[in-house]
């Protein structure tokens, strides 16, 4: 299996990477793969579609319902 060295690496991304690892429950190698692996894959595409049937199945399964202006005013009091 192909190795790869890095040279000079920023003491802040070592730290970075290092604690994102931690998150992750990975290894600091590990993690950088998964990071290279998601840097270099093809975008992901998004069913709207499929989104849009999921929210409505959980809108519809809320024990609550709100007005489209209830929401609109849930909006602006959260930029106040």
């Known amino acids: 299996m192909p190795a790869i060295t890095f040279k000079a690496l920023p003491t802040?991304?070592?730290?970075?990477l290092k604690a994102r690892a931690a998150l992750h429950k990975r290894s600091l190698n590990q993690e950088v793969i998964a990071v290279l692996e998601d840097a270099v894959a093809p975008a992901k595409?998004?069913?709207?579609?499929?989104?849009i049937a999921k929210t409505r199945a959980l809108r519809s399964s809320l024990k609550f319902t709100t007005t489209p202006e209830e929401i609109d005013r849930f909006k602006r009091e959260g930029r106040e």
């Open 45 to 51: 595409r998004i069913d709207v579609e499929a989104m």
């Open 12 to 16: 802040s991304l070592h730290r970075q």
